[in-house]
């Protein structure tokens, strides 16, 4: 045991800067680093000692746990994160080739039973990974005797061998554990001298020198060996080298991936690499033997294409201070090589001494700009995402002071003459990244993140009809820290031909299992922190559907996106013959021939040990067809792909096909080897896309496509008289089971949209969050409108300047490719600008003439029955000798900086999400769209930006017409908002379905609860206000006996109101109160409206149920209505200015009759007026 610590110091030394054969419970790799100081995500964490308990000897060598912490209790934690073991020798012991078994909270071990006949376990010491001050690592030293000198370097020349030193603890037997903490040994590598430059000094312990001198052989030895392919294929044509510093080729498999080397010594030391394409190398020992023939069966794994990790994240520094960007990249073979890159320009190695990390030191103003990494090794390489370092003077503001233009809308009786609008500009901070203030470590991802944001605010009182309006305006921005958000996305995974969900099935991250669907499909994910890409796949425990991955857009500010996942449903299986030549078409198109078909040769089939199977097989491929426009949304992954220089591609489909093959009898999966696929040329309409097809198979970790094989030009008989020309490529099915045929496409374009809560177009009221999806069309020859098929699917999130969108366009042909595009929100479709009969380019958002070449449509230009949620355009890439068409909404694929910078002025197309007779209004201006906007403020509507807590009162009115109510929220109980205004709600009434003189609302209110300081609770001054001549009949008495029972308890002298301090308990339906908590504040609007609409409190309805669960009834005349609200003007006809609208409203007179009933009819509860005309 003397040799427990005798490498503790070599991390010191820097012997060893990587954790090689380290195993962990959370599979993180240790990236070597050339930078100590720089800190990635084990922050908290440091290695323990060494530790040797065992040895070999007996049954093995267990270093377990448990026998580590009897000896040495307090230098290990309770809970290890890794561990690392290597022999004695300092083998990792991921290169001894023996069988060995690690768990952190275990420890390693090795057994002689499961070794190589004639060989045991070497001799292995420990190390775990544990929490910083956990490991006993710093104890008492006063202790310690002095350190004896080095040992003799026992290293032969050429060698590297180790010194040891040793010291003794002085204190008493009792309290040697407390005062002797620390290692008894140390140990540093040295080299042993020189080797003579002439004569060869190898000595061979088995056989003979060879002639090169670079290696030993045995003559009368044979390596006999196998190798196999991922998923258990024999792997043909793979090369075995042998391992050394000049690796030499031995031998190349053959047909059935067997090889026969003689020569080999089996010593132990031999080492061969094994390559084959697509696959990662795999180094194997021959094992230490006596008998004349070693046997090797080799399994390899497929290389995995480097992907990014962790991206550089964007940094805010002053003059003369540090920043570090890191780059993480994943993949197998490992990343060989980083590059680092400023504005595009690459950066010296030499002077910047960077690897994976890039740390600037005393920073100047020149080195402001992008920065990203290229990491590489002999498959490819790949580029991380910029990141922004801005560099600012030592006196400069960190943020503009001044706050942007942020126009809110008023309620409708609060008509500013002064503006002459509806509208009052409050002010807004831009949340970028900005220079706070440092601690002293050198990090990738700052400890804690500044934003700008508000530091000064001032109270304005606004003139209204009979009422003063206090909102609060932003008048200074500064540096403070950044508000936390949850980023979320939900949604429902249902099937893409009947909408049947996909219930209780599995969602997996990164191939781990995170969620299950519910039984009417739905799902909710919290983004893991630091996401850059969200790659979900689904999988079906029913097996009814095909195993779907998604890339899901999210929106990186927090808050909640919703997406349908649309599933394709498996084709019922055929049986074939596993003897025989088997062809399976690829076409799902009626009255039209296959686009590929499958070809099996005989005796093809294997089982997942590789062994060839016989018998009959139940195939079952379900095709995704191209040629299908409504398949578009079925599109698995985003049709990516890596290039040779690392950036990230496009790929235009012509269909993807998902494969299962199964024995019949045992029903076990099983692969395929040698599987042509034969695509029909006249299928491909785009003559040059024959040239550069290739077959593609989906990587369901990383979301990107791969390349399988590429496809050669053959002439095929067809019947007597008929020849065709077959693209003709090659595969394998192993372990992946989705392929795709495609091609690279180059031409690329962005388009620019913009999304909005009304249809007066207004900078102030775009809305984010929203979900724009564009499907690339290829039109048919002559007949631009007519699409032949579409070619690729992409989504974006709406941010604050709209979304730029990812298509393909051409500079010959406008009508050469077409998009789809249409925005959803919460499952709601937003409606696009109509192109009939009024066509307006002022409206639509693009001028003319380049309006007339992109050849807008909306979905409902020639029947206007059809839905309005959707447009198409002719993708024309814009003429840079035309000045009209360089500002936008097409931009050139270079130019997407300047898609997503472009001022409001540039054209863009647009969609409006009607939100129906509601509207809200907060003091303190909250834009739910942008969690980050929140502000700490005692009058805050939502006291804590990472919890919204949704309250509704279910009002019932008996009257003639719908009304529109209001909630008027004061502060109640607590001293520093009692009396003070939190916000107003004003919602129109439904009317029932059955009772024409019925209506009801569910009216908003602020939750009673804790204000942002999380001091004390406020319970919120409740005022309910018919907005006409009403009177309140009843009071539910559930809510009236709790209000009564919880004091104090606010007057209701007034009959036409109702008042009340809202309830700190959730009450639910028997109460009329409905409330839900969510991370995202539209989420727990819409589940609370689903419940209150429904009257129950687990329940969820999109009509109005006028009589159930109701908290408040209120009977309205039938009055003459003498004039019109701005808020009714604005809904009649809302095309208007909200100046005409004022003006109109207060010279109109109307009269109400039993006429004058309204035509209700069932509403959404995200949008309860959709499909309402008002009257």
């Known amino acids: ?291 004349r023939t070693s046997v090797l069966s080799i399994m390899l794994n497929r290389a995995e294409k480097l992907h990014v990790v962790k991206n550089p994240e964007n940094k805010a520094r002053r003059e003369g201070q540090t920043a570090a960007l890191c780059c993480k990249v994943g993949g197998l073979p490992e990343p060989e090589d980083y590059q680092w890159f400023h504005n595009g320009s690459l950066l010296d190695r030499k002077q910047l001494n960077y690897d994976s990390t890039l740390v600037l030191r005393n920073l100047s103003m020149e080195q402001t700009g992008e920065y990203y990494c290229r990491a590489s090794n002999q498959a490819g390489a790949i580029k991380s995402k910029p990141a922004v370092v801005t560099v600012l003077g030592k006196d400069q503001p960190s943020c503009n002071p001044k706050p942007e233009s942020y126009l809110i809308r008023l309620p409708h009786d609060c008509y500013q003459n002064s503006s002459d609008s509806l509208y009052y500009d409050v002010g807004k901070c831009h949340s970028g990244t900005c220079a706070g203030q440092l601690d002293n470590g050198i990090r990738c991802k700052d400890s804690v993140a500044y934003c700008c944001g508000v530091a000064k605010m001032e109270e304005k009182q606004l003139k209204c009809q009979g009422y003063e309006l206090p909102t609060m305006v932003v008048t200074e921005c500064g540096c403070q820290k950044c508000v936390e958000t949850k980023v979320i996305v939900r949604g429902r995974a249902v099937a893409a031909d009947t909408g049947e969900p996909m219930r209780f099935g599995h969602v997996y991250i990164n191939g781990a299992r995170v969620s299950r669907t519910g039984y009417k499909g739905t799902f909710s994910i919290q983004v893991p922190h630091d996401t850059e890409r969200l790659v979900m796949t689904f999988v079906d425990n029913m097996d009814k559907f095909v195993n779907t991955t998604k890339v899901l857009p999210f929106n990186t500010k927090g808050g909640a996106v919703y997406h349908e996942i649309k599933l394709l449903r498996k084709k019922e299986p055929v049986t074939i013959s596993s003897t025989e030549l088997n062809t399976l078409q690829l076409g799902e198109v009626e009255g039209q021939d296959p686009i590929a078909e499958i070809q099996i040769p005989p005796n093809s089939f294997y089982k997942q040990s590789g062994e060839v199977f016989v018998g009959n097989v139940k195939a079952s491929i379900t095709f995704l067809d191209a040629r299908d426009v409504s398949t578009a949304a079925a599109a698995q992954s985003d049709l990516n792909f890596i290039g040779d220089e690392g950036d990230t591609l496009p790929l235009r489909t012509y269909g993807m096909f998902s494969v299962d093959f199964r024995d019949e009898e045992a029903g076990e999966p099983l692969n395929a080897g040698e599987v042509k696929v034969k695509m029909d040329s006249t299928q491909v309409k785009m003559p040059e896309h024959l040239d550069t097809m290739k077959l593609w198979s989906l990587n369901p970790d990383t979301g990107m496509w791969e390349e399988e094989g590429s496809f050669q030009m053959e002439k095929k008989q067809r019947g007597k008289r008929e020849e065709r020309t077959f693209l003709i490529g090659n595969m394998e099915i192993r372990e992946r089971r989705l392929f795709n045929l495609d091609v690279p496409e180059n031409r690329r374009c962005y388009i620019k949209v913009r999304s909005f809560r009304s249809d007066r177009f207004m900078p102030s009221e775009q809305v ?11 039109p048919t020859a002559g007949y631009s409108s007519n699409p032949r098929a579409w070619g690729r699917f992409d989504s974006v999130i709406t941010g604050p300047n709209g979304a730029c969108l990812p298509a393909f366009c051409d500079d010959q042909k406008p009508d050469a490719y077409s998009a789809h595009v249409m925005a959803n929100m919460g499952g709601e479709e937003l ?164 009772q024409s003189t019925v209506s009801a609302v569910c009216l908003e209110f602020k939750c009673s609860g804790m204000l942002y300081d999380q001091d004390r609770v406020d319970r919120t001054l409740v005022k309910v206000i018919p907005q006409g001549s009403c009177k309140r009949d009843n009071v539910n008495s559930m809510l009236q006996e709790y209000l009564v029972n919880h004091l104090p308890l606010a007057v209701n002298n007034d009959t036409n109101e109702f008042t009340m301090l809202a309830p700190l308990d959730p009450l639910g339906h028997n109460y009329g109160i409905y409330t839900v908590t969510d991370q995202d504040p539209r989420t727990a609007k819409e589940i609370a409206l689903g419940r209150c609409f429904d009257g129950t409190s687990d329940g969820t309805s999109r009509v109005m149920k006028s009589n159930e669960g109701v908290a408040l009834t209120f009977t309205c005349g039938n009055r003459e209505v003498t004039r019109q609200s701005v808020f009714q003007a604005l809904q009649n006809s809302p095309g208007q200015s909200p100046a005409r609208a004022v003006r109109d409203g207060r010279g109109r007179k109307q009269r109400a009759g039993a006429n004058a009933l309204r035509n209700s009819r069932r509403r959404s509860t995200r949008n309860p007026t959709a499909t309402r005309t008002s009257g």
């Not at 294929?233 to 050394?244: K, M, N, V, W, Y």
């Not at 984010?768 to 290829?778: A, F, K, Q, R, S």
């Not at 834009?927 to 019932?956: F, G, H, I, Q």
């Open 1 to 291: 045991m003397c040799c427990l610590s005798t490498w503790a110091l070599l991390l010191a030394l820097g012997v060893t800067t990587t954790a090689q054969g380290t195993w962990r419970r959370d599979s993180l790799r240790v990236v070597r680093q050339n930078n100590p100081a720089v800190y990635h995500s084990e922050d908290n964490y440091e290695w323990t000692t060494w530790f040797n308990v065992d040895h070999p000897g007996g049954r093995g060598d267990y270093e377990q746990l448990d026998a580590i912490r009897f000896y040495y209790r307090a230098r290990v934690c309770d809970a290890p994160r890794a561990l690392e073991a290597r022999t004695t020798d300092w083998i990792p012991a991921r290169n001894t080739g023996e069988k060995t078994h690690a768990e952190p909270t275990l420890g390693f071990w090795c057994a002689n039973a499961e070794q190589a006949p004639g060989r045991n376990c070497s001799n292995y010491a420990v190390r775990f990974l544990c929490p910083k001050g956990n490991t006993g690592s710093e104890g008492i030293q006063d202790a310690w005797g002095p350190w004896s000198d080095w040992s003799h370097c026992s290293g032969k020349c050429g060698l590297v061998a180790m010194q040891v030193r040793s010291r003794k603890c002085q204190s008493q037997p009792k309290q040697l554990d407390e005062q002797c903490s620390g290692p008894t040994v140390e140990g540093r590598a040295c080299k042993g001298p020189e080797c003579p430059g002439t004569g060869c000094t190898l000595h061979c312990e088995m056989g003979r020198v060879n002639a090169e001198c670079d290696t030993c052989m045995c003559q009368d030895h044979i390596v006999l060996g196998s190798v196999r392919s991922a998923g258990g294929l024999p792997a043909p044509g793979a090369t075995i080298l042998r391992f050394g510093p000049s690796s030499k080729l031995l031998t190349i498999t053959d047909h059935n991936g067997h090889f026969r080397i003689p020569g080999i010594c089996p010593d132990g030391n031999a080492t061969l690499t094994v390559q084959l394409r697509n696959h990662a190398p795999h180094a194997v020992i021959v094992p230490h033997s006596t008998e």
């Open 768 to 778: 984010e969050g929203v979900v724009v999806t564009l499907i690339n069309m290829e």
């Open 831 to 994: 409606e696009a600008v109509p192109s009939a009969p009024k066509f307006n380019p002022n409206i639509i958002g693009v001028p003319q003439p380049y309006l007339g070449k992109l050849n807008y449509r909306r979905s409902d230009h020639n029947d206007p029955k059809l839905k309005k949620t959707a447009f198409s355009i002719n993708v024309a890439k814009p003429s840079p000798n035309t000045a009209e068409e360089l500002n936008g909404p097409v931009y050139s694929f270079d130019q997407l900086k300047e898609c997503e910078e472009a001022p409001f002025t540039a054209g863009h197309f647009r969609f409006t999400r009607v939100e129906g007779d509601r509207y809200d209004y907060n003091t303190v201006p909250f834009n739910e769209d942008d969690p980050m906007s929140w502000t700490e403020d005692y009058l805050s509507w939502w006291p804590k930006p990472m919890e919204y807590r949704a309250c509704y009162v279910k009002v019932k009115i008996n009257g003639p017409h719908e009304i529109n109510m209001r909630s008027r929220n004061q502060g109640g109980t607590h001293p520093k908002t009692v009396g003070q205004l939190y916000g107003l709600r004003d919602t129109r009434s439904i009317r029932d379905m059955d």
